[in-house]
C-alpha cells in the first residue's frame, strides 16, 4: 500500500492505534479520495415502518380512490402535480423544489421480492439483505456491504452507517463505520492503551473500539488526549462536564444530526453513508400520523443538499426505500394495514431527475395483489442496482450475482444525468 | 459443565456485587424463584387501580383544558395545571424504572429481574403519549412480572389484553366491519377491522414468523378480537356492539358463533400457547437470550420438551435451562453473549452497590442524564424499541463503535456521578469479575491513571460485557 493513500480506515486495520494520541496523529488526515478515484456519492435512507406509497404519491383523484380512501390520499388538482396527474403528499412540500429541479424521481409500485406475510422485521430484514429469501435470523450480510466488496478500488472507500441503529445494509465482510453524532467522551491515551490490553483476545471488541477512539477525535472536544497525570485530575471537573454533555436536544433535531454528520462524512472521505428513518406504520388516523415522518424525510434530504454543497450534491444519489408498502383501501381506523406494492425515492443532484419511473398496475380489484394491495410491477433492488452501476461502475454480473444476488438488472432506467 | 457459581451471577443475574451473595445451586436459584417476590415488595410500584386513577386525572387535566374558550385566560390557567401535573406525571416514570433498578442492584433472586426484563422485551409495548408512556410501567408490573413463573398462556393472555397492549397495536379501534358499530356509523365514520394486534400474536408473541400460520388465520383471528378495546385511563373490557358476528377459523379450529366474548379470545390464546411452534419459538428465544446467539440444539430440545410436558410451565421452563450443561459452558476468549445495554447499565450499578439513598435522591433531569440518555445512545432506549418485536438479540448488532463508544463515555462519567468515592479500581476488579478475572484487567485496573479510569476500564473489559 502506498503511504500517499494511508486513509484513516487502513490505519484502523494496521492495528497501530494503542500508543499514540490519535488527534495528533498524521496518519489519520484524511487524504483526498478525488485524486485516484470515482466522485460519486450514494446514501441509502431505510424508511421503516412501511410508507404507504399511496399517500406519499398520491394517484389521480377518482371515484374509486375516493370510496378505497374516504380520509386519505386526496390530492387538490393544483397541488404539486408531478405527472399523469400524480402528485405529492402536501407534508413533501420541499421534495416539490427538488423534483423542480430535476433533482427528485420517484419509482411507482415497486417492492422487494417480499410476498405474502407482511411482517416488518423479516420485511426490512430482506430489504437490506438484498436478496430474493431471507436466510436464518441474523446471519445473512447486507447488500450494501456485498456492494462495497466489489468496488473497483473498494478497499479504499469509507462507508458509514449512521445512528443508533447499526442495520443490516452494512453488515458484512467489507469494513463500514458506524457513529452517532451524540457519543463523545475523553480519554487519557494511557486509558486507551490499557483498554486496548483488556482486549487482546477479544479482536471483535477491540476492533469496534478502535473505531470509537478515531471516530470520538473527529468530534469537537472528544477523543483520546495525551496527558499527565496532574492534568488529568486538575482538569477533572472539565472532562466530567465534556462526558456529560447530552447532546440530545442541541443543534437541531436528532434525524437532522444524522443528515449533517453524513454530510461531513460525504464531503470528507466517504463515498457511502445509509441511516435510517421511522415512523412509517401508519395503522391509525394516517392523515395526522403520516405527516411527521415525511416531514423528517423531507428534512433529510433537504439537510443532505444544503450541506453537502452544490459540487457534492452534483455527484449524489439518494435511495430511499421501504419494506413495503400499505393497503390499498384505508381500514377502520383511519390508517392503512401492512401491504406490498409501494414508492421508492430518488433524490439527488447527480439524478436526471423529475421522472416518474415504473408502470402503474392499477387500482381495481383484480388488478390488486391478493385483491388488497397494490401490485408491484418491479422489484426496488434493480433501481438501487442502477443507481450503484451508474455511480460506481460495477459490472452487470457483479450485481447480479453478488449484490442482488439472483436478480435480473433488466434495461437501464438511465438514472444519472 | 454444571452449575457455576460466578455464571449464575453474570449469565443468569445482574452480576456480582460487594453486598449480595450469589447462589450456590440450581435447588437454591429455584427454591427463590418459586417463592414470594420478595423485590417487588422491598422496592414497590403501586397497584394497577393507581395508574388508571392517576392516568384519569391527567387526562381529565387534559380534557378540561380543550373545553375552555380558545385564547381565553381560563384555558391557560388549566393548560399550567396540565403541563405541571404532565411533568409530574414524567417524573414518576422516571421514579418507577429508578425503583426497577434498584430491585436489579439489591435482589438475591436476580434471575427473576432477568425474567421479567425478557419477558417485557418479548412483549414490547411502548407508549407513545404520556398517557401511555406511564401504563406502560403496570404493563410489565401488573400483567407481565406476576405471571413469568407461571404459564405461558396466562402471561400471554394478560400480556396482549391489556390496555397498554390493546392501543399500541390499535386494537382499541379495530371494529367488526358487520358489527352494530359498524352498521351504525355508515356513512358516517369509517369502522373496520385493524389487523396489527392479531398479526403480532402470531408472529412475535406466540408461534413466531416461522409458524405454521397464514394470511387467514391472522384476518380471521383480527374478526375475533374485535370487541375487545379500551380507552384513556381505562381498563381493558369487551364491547359486543362492536364484535364481528359469526364465528371465526384460526389455524383449523372454530372459534365463536354465538354470542361473541371475552371467553373465545382467551381460548383462542391458550390454544396459540399451548401450540407446539410455540413451544418451540419460546424454548429457542430464551436459550439464544441466557446461553448465546446460536445456541445448542439439544438445550433447545429439551427446553421445548419441558414446555409441551407441562402446558408451557415457566417455571419448569426455566429450570429445564438451569438443569441442561450446555447452559453452563465455559466463556471464550472473545465470545459469549455480548450484554444489552440495558444489563451493562444494570450490572455495573450493582457491581458499584450505589446506595438506596442515593438512587432514591435522584431529579429527573439527572435520571435523564444518567440513564434515559445514555441508554438510547447505546442502542437500547429503555423499553422503547423501534417495534413490537423488542431489541435485537444478535451480539454483532450491538458490537458497533458507536455502541462501544457510549458504553465507553457512560463508564467514565456514570460512577463517579453517583458513587460518594468511587471504589479502588483494584478491589472494583475483584469485586466486578471475581476469582475469575483475567490478568490483563487486573493490571489494567492497577496501572490506571485515576479511579474514574480504572473503574471504566473494568466496566468496558471483555470479562465483564461477555456472559
Known amino acids: ?417 | 459443565m454444571s452449575f457455576d457459581r460466578g455464571l449464575a451471577q453474570t449469565r443468569f443475574g445482574y452480576g456480582r456485587s460487594p453486598e449480595v451473595a450469589g447462589p450456590e445451586t440450581v435447588a437454591q436459584m429455584m427454591a427463590q424463584l418459586r417463592g414470594p417476590d420478595v423485590a417487588a415488595e422491598q422496592f414497590a410500584i403501586p397497584k394497577d387501580d393507581v395508574f388508571y386513577e392517576r392516568i384519569s386525572e391527567l387526562f381529565a387535566h387534559r380534557q378540561a383544558v380543550r373545553q375552555a374558550q380558545k385564547g381565553s385566560d381560563d384555558r391557560e390557567k388549566r393548560d399550567v395545571l396540565f403541563q405541571k401535573n404532565r411533568k409530574r406525571a414524567h417524573g414518576q416514570i422516571l421514579g418507577f424504572m429508578m425503583t426497577e433498578l434498584q430491585r436489579r442492584v439489591w435482589t438475591q433472586d436476580a434471575l427473576r429481574e432477568r425474567l421479567v426484563a425478557f419477558w417485557a422485551d418479548h412483549f414490547s409495548a411502548p407508549g407513545k403519549n404520556i398517557y401511555y408512556r406511564y401504563l406502560a410501567v403496570s404493563h410489565v408490573e401488573h400483567a407481565i412480572r406476576p405471571h413469568v413463573t407461571g404459564r405461558f398462556e396466562d402471561l400471554l393472555i394478560a400480556a396482549v389484553t391489556h390496555p397498554q397492549m390493546l392501543v399500541y397495536l390499535n386494537q382499541d379501534v379495530s371494529i367488526g366491519p358487520n358489527s352494530r358499530t359498524a352498521r351504525y356509523r355508515k356513512g358516517k365514520r369509517p369502522a373496520g377491522l385493524n389487523e396489527n394486534l392479531a398479526r403480532e400474536i402470531l408472529e412475535l408473541h406466540s408461534l413466531g414468523v416461522t409458524g405454521d400460520y397464514t394470511q387467514a388465520d391472522v384476518r380471521q383471528l383480527a374478526e375475533l378480537l374485535t370487541g375487545l378495546t379500551t380507552g384513556v385511563g381505562k381498563p381493558a373490557r369487551f364491547l359486543d356492539k362492536r364484535a364481528e358476528p359469526g364465528a371465526e377459523e384460526v389455524l383449523g379450529k372454530t372459534y365463536g358463533g354465538r354470542r361473541a366474548g371475552l371467553d373465545d379470545i382467551h381460548a383462542v390464546l391458550r390454544d396459540l400457547a399451548r401450540h407446539p411452534d410455540t413451544a418451540g419459538y419460546i424454548a429457542w428465544k430464551l436459550a439464544r437470550h441466557f446461553v448465546s446467539d446460536v445456541p445448542d440444539a439439544e438445550l433447545i430440545a429439551s427446553l421445548q420438551r419441558r414446555y409441551l410436558e407441562t402446558d408451557g410451565d415457566l417455571a419448569e421452563v426455566t429450570q429445564a435451562l438451569l438443569e441442561h450443561p450446555a447452559a453452563w459452558a465455559p466463556l471464550k476468549d472473545g465470545q459469549g453473549n455480548f450484554k444489552r445495554p440495558e444489563l451493562f447499565v444494570s450490572s455495573a450499578l450493582r457491581a458499584l452497590a450505589v446506595p438506596e439513598a442515593r438512587m432514591k435522591a435522584a431529579k429527573p433531569a439527572e435520571i435523564m442524564r444518567l440513564v434515559m440518555h445514555p441508554l438510547r445512545f447505546m442502542g437500547q432506549p429503555w423499553r422503547t424499541p423501534l417495534g413490537p418485536d423488542g431489541f435485537e438479540e444478535a451480539d454483532a448488532y450491538w458490537l458497533s463503535a458507536q455502541g462501544l463508544g457510549a458504553r465507553l463515555q457512560w463508564a467514565l462519567a456514570a460512577p463517579a456521578a453517583v458513587m460518594t468515592r468511587l471504589p479502588d479500581p483494584r478491589d472494583f476488579v475483584q469485586t466486578a469479575l471475581g476469582p475469575e478475572a483475567p490478568a490483563a484487567v487486573r493490571f489494567a485496573a492497577k496501572a490506571a491513571e485515576n479511579r474514574q479510569e480504572g473503574v471504566a476500564l473494568v466496566l468496558m473489559s471483555p470479562a465483564f460485557q461477555r456472559i
Open chain 1, 1 to 417: 500500500m502506498n503511504d500517499t493513500v494511508f486513509n484513516r480506515r487502513s490505519f484502523l486495520s494496521s492495528g497501530l492505534l494503542a500508543g499514540c494520541s490519535i488527534a495528533a496523529s498524521p496518519l489519520v488526515t484524511p487524504v483526498s479520495f478525488a485524486a485516484t478515484r470515482g466522485e460519486n456519492r450514494l446514501v441509502v435512507i431505510i424508511l421503516r415502518g412501511g410508507m404507504d406509497g399511496l399517500d406519499f404519491l398520491r394517484p389521480p383523484n377518482s371515484e374509486m380512490m375516493t370510496r378505497l380512501r374516504p380520509t386519505l390520499s386526496q390530492a387538490a388538482p393544483s397541488e404539486m402535480m408531478l405527472a399523469e396527474g400524480f402528485t405529492l403528499h402536501p407534508g413533501c412540500a420541499p421534495l416539490y423544489e427538488l423534483w423542480q429541479a430535476g433533482e427528485l424521481d420517484i419509482v411507482q409500485a415497486v417492492s422487494t421480492p417480499y410476498r405474502h406475510k407482511r411482517s416488518h422485521f423479516d420485511g426490512q430484514d430482506l430489504l437490506e439483505a438484498g436478496t430474493a429469501t431471507l436466510g436464518g435470523a441474523g446471519e445473512s450480510d447486507g447488500w450494501l456491504n456485498r456492494m462495497l466488496q466489489h468496488m473497483p478500488g473498494g478497499e479504499m472507500v469509507t462507508a458509514y452507517a449512521i445512528g443508533a441503529d447499526p442495520m443490516l445494509l452494512s453488515r458484512g465482510a467489507a469494513e463500514v463505520e458506524s457513529w452517532s453524532p451524540d457519543v463523545n467522551f475523553v480519554l487519557s491515551s494511557q486509558g486507551a492503551r490499557l483498554m486496548q490490553l483488556t482486549m487482546e483476545r477479544d479482536p471483535e471488541m477491540a476492533r469496534s473500539l478502535a473505531q470509537a477512539f478515531a471516530l470520538a477525535s473527529d468530534a469537537p472536544g472528544g477523543g483520546v488526549i495525551e496527558v499527565d497525570d496532574s492534568e488529568v485530575m486538575g482538569d477533572f471537573d472539565e472532562m466530567m462536564a465534556a462526558q456529560m454533555t447530552a447532546k440530545g436536544k442541541s443543534a437541531g433535531s436528532a434525524h437532522q444530526r444524522v443528515a449533517s454528520f453524513a454530510a461531513a462524512q460525504l464531503r470528507e472521505e466517504a463515498r457511502v453513508a445509509c441511516f435510517s428513518l421511522g415512523g412509517f406504520d401508519t395503522h391509525a388516523r394516517q392523515a395526522k400520523t403520516l405527516q411527521r415522518p415525511l416531514e423528517r424525510l423531507s428534512d433529510s434530504l433537504l439537510t443532505l443538499k444544503s450541506e453537502l454543497g452544490a459540487e457534492v450534491w452534483g455527484k449524489t444519489t439518494v435511495l430511499a426505500m421501504t419494506e413495503f408498502g400499505r393497503t390499498v383501501a384505508e381500514n377502520g381506523s383511519k390508517g392503512t394495514d401492512h401491504g406490498t406494492g409501494g414508492s421508492m425515492i430518488l433524490a439527488g443532484g447527480a439524478l436526471r431527475g423529475g421522472r416518474l419511473l415504473g408502470q402503474w398496475p392499477g387500482l381495481a380489484e383484480e388488478d390488486l395483489f391478493e385483491r388488497r394491495d397494490l401490485m408491484p410491477t418491479d422489484d426496488v433492488r434493480r433501481y438501487a442496482g442502477w443507481a450503484i452501476r451508474e455511480s460506481f461502475g460495477l459490472s452487470r454480473q457483479a450485481l447480479e450475482t453478488a449484490v442482488f444476488p439472483g436478480m435480473s438488472l433488466g434495461d437501464s432506467p438511465a438514472l444519472l444525468s
